[in-house]
């Protein structure tokens, strides 16, 4: 059984196009996220939900909008694809022991190109 | 956020044990440290984190001295499969915003 899960893995469109990429985990967590990985390979966080409120929105361009129907499932869909938007876009979840330390665990990654 | 800084590369042969380190130096009283390791083409899998002294499990061992300033990562017997980039991160539990924020890790080669 995976954990986190995200679908597609890959995903070629073009500029302008609207897309979406859908991640579900089944780890009972109540925390997920979305982290983008450039062609640097620098991995930064985009999104952060937790119990489907969002908790964090980095400097992300509102082209991205992630929405959480229940606590598994937070998708991202992207509106008017820019050539600066391939990447590798990762999905994580996480959930806080009581001592306050969390682990989190990544999806296998959509890669992303926009041609 | 406490700024880590560790070596962008390193090579190993296989069997030898590799040691990691990282630097924090403005590491806050309540931030620990944690560690994650990335093969090509997948997302980070965590290895392991720890407040203070050592820290073992059946992947690695975490050493940090009483300063906190600096942590480090031991792989023992590293193998091919061990070729990976690994991240430190230094994350505050209070923060409240779940957040890591991942520096450019080391990239570690094993050599046969």
């Known amino acids: 059984d995976t954990a986190v899960s995200q679908t597609p893995k890959y995903l070629v469109t073009q500029m302008g196009n609207d897309k979406s990429i859908k991640c579900e985990q089944n780890?009972?967590?109540?925390?997920m996220y979305w982290y983008k990985q450039d062609s640097k390979k620098f991995l930064k966080i985009m999104f952060s939900y937790n119990n489907k409120e969002l908790i964090i929105n980095e400097t992300v361009p509102n082209r991205f909008s992630p929405k959480s129907p229940d606590k598994a499932h937070l998708n991202l869909h992207i509106n008017s694809l820019e050539l600066g938007d391939s990447a590798v876009y990762f999905c994580?979840?996480?959930?806080?022991?009581?001592?306050?330390?969390?682990?989190?665990?990544f999806g296998p990654g959509t890669r992303l190109l926009v041609l | 956020l406490a700024k880590t800084t560790q070596p962008i590369s390193m090579d190993s042969y296989e069997g030898q044990e590799v040691n990691i380190t990282c630097s924090h130096n403005?590491?806050?009283?309540?931030?620990?440290i944690t560690w994650y390791q990335q093969f090509p083409s997948q997302g980070p899998r965590f290895i392991i984190q720890?407040?203070?002294t050592k820290v073992t499990n059946e992947v690695a061992s975490l050493f940090i001295p009483a300063d906190r300033k600096s942590s480090t990562l031991s792989l023992p017997r590293v193998s091919l499969s061990d070729t990976a980039v690994y991240y430190c991160l230094v994350v505050n539990p209070g923060a409240g915003s779940y957040q890591l924020t991942f520096g450019k890790g080391t990239k570690l080669s094993v050599i046969p």
């Open positions: 994580a979840s996480s959930r806080r022991t009581s001592g306050g330390q969390e682990t989190q665990y």
């Open positions: 720890g407040y203070k």
């Open positions: 780890l009972g967590h109540d925390t």
């Open positions: 403005n590491i806050a009283t309540n931030d620990y």
